[in-house]
C-alpha cells in the first residue's frame, strides 16, 4: 500500500494534468502561429525588399504609361486633325468630281455641235460645187441647143426635104442637148438632198449647243422636265441622216417619170396616154435605127467608088 501524502500528491497531480488536457489542442494551435509569425518575422527584410522593387517597378511602369498615354493623347488629336482633313478634302473632291462632270458635259456637247456644224460646213460647200456645176450644164444646154437649132433649121429649109437627114439632126441634138440636162437633173437633185442634210445638221448643231443652258434651267425648274428636255434632244439626235435621202434610186429623169406613182395612176386612169407613151418609144427606136443605117449606107458606097 502507498502513504496517504503520496496518495495525495498523486491525485492533485492527476487533477492538474485532467484540467490540462482540454487545453493541449489550442496550446498546439498557439505554437503553430508562435512559429508561422517567427518565420514571417524572418522572411519579412526579403519580403520588404521585393515590395520595394515591385513598387519601383510599379511607379516605372505607371511612368511609361503616362508617356504612352500623352502619346496616344497626341496621336489622337492628329488624327483628329487628319480626320478633318479629309472630310475637308472629300468635299474638295467632291466638288472637283462634280466640275469634272460639268466639264465633261459641256465639252461632250460642244464637241457634238462642232462635229455637226463641220458637217452642216461640208455639205454646204458641196452645194456650191453642184451650183456651178448646174450652170455650167445649164449654158452647155443652151448653147448645144441654139446650135442643133441652127443645123436643123438648115436642114429644114428648101424644097427637097431629106427626113432621114431630119431626124438624125434631131436625135443628135436630143443626145446633145440630154448630156447636159440629165446632169443638171442630177444637180438638182444633189442639191435638195444636200439642203436638206445641211439644215438637218445646222438643227442637230443648234439642239446640242443650247442643251445645256436649257438643262440647268430645266433642273432648276423640275427634275421631270429635265428628263423630258434630254429625251427629246436625244430623239433629235439620234435621228438618222439617211432619212432625208431617197431610198430608190434613178438612172435618169425619165427611169424617175416612169417609175414615179402619179406617172403610174395617169397611165391607168387615161389608157390612151399610156398607148401614146408606146407610141414615142417606138419612134425613137424607128428613128435610132434609120441613123444606123444611114451610117452604113456610105461606108458601103465607098468601096465602089472610082
Not at 434651267?217 to 430623239?235: K, M, N, Q, S, Y
Request: net charge neutral; charged share 25%; proline share 4%.
Amino acid at each position: 500500500m502507498m502513504p496517504a501524502p503520496l496518495a495525495r500528491r498523486l491525485r492533485s497531480y492527476h487533477s492538474t494534468l485532467d484540467q490540462l488536457a482540454p487545453n493541449a489542442e489550442q496550446l498546439r494551435q498557439q505554437i503553430a502561429q508562435i512559429e508561422a509569425a517567427t518565420a514571417a518575422a524572418e522572411s519579412l527584410p526579403t519580403d520588404l525588399q521585393d515590395l520595394a522593387d515591385a513598387r519601383k517597378k510599379i511607379e516605372k511602369s505607371a511612368t511609361e504609361a503616362s508617356e504612352l498615354w500623352g502619346k496616344l493623347d497626341e496621336r489622337g488629336r492628329e488624327i483628329t486633325q487628319l480626320l478633318e482633313k479629309a472630310k475637308s478634302h472629300e468635299q474638295a473632291s467632291a466638288k472637283l468630281v462634280d466640275q469634272c462632270e460639268q466639264a465633261y458635259r459641256i465639252t461632250t456637247t460642244k464637241g457634238l455641235a462642232a462635229a455637226f456644224d463641220q458637217r452642216a460646213f461640208k455639205i454646204a460647200f458641196s452645194m456650191w460645187v453642184w451650183v456651178v456645176g448646174l450652170l455650167v450644164a445649164l449654158v452647155a444646154a443652151n448653147y448645144l441647143g441654139a446650135e442643133r437649132m441652127k443645123l436643123l433649121s438648115a436642114a429644114l429649109e428648101g424644097d427637097d426635104l431629106k427626113w432621114g437627114v431630119i431626124w438624125m439632126h434631131a436625135l443628135i441634138s436630143v443626145l446633145s442637148v440630154g448630156a447636159p440636162l440629165w446632169f443638171a437633173w442630177v444637180a438638182t437633185k444633189q442639191l435638195a438632198q444636200r439642203f436638206r442634210l445641211a439644215e438637218d445638221y445646222g438643227f442637230k448643231a443648234s439642239v446640242a449647243k443650247a442643251y445645256e443652258g436649257y438643262r440647268k434651267e430645266a433642273a432648276r425648274i423640275d427634275p421631270v422636265f429635265e428628263a423630258r428636255l434630254f429625251g427629246a434632244a436625244l430623239t433629235r439626235l439620234e435621228e438618222p441622216p439617211l432619212r432625208l435621202v431617197q431610198d430608190e434610186i434613178h438612172g435618169s429623169p425619165y427611169q424617175e417619170l416612169i417609175g414615179s406613182e402619179a406617172f403610174q395612176k395617169a397611165l391607168q386612169q387615161f389608157p390612151e396616154l399610156r398607148d401614146k407613151f408606146f407610141e414615142i418609144a417606138q419612134r425613137g427606136v424607128a428613128a435610132a435605127k434609120q441613123l444606123s443605117r444611114s451610117k452604113d449606107e456610105p461606108r458601103q458606097e465607098t468601096p465602089g467608088a472610082p
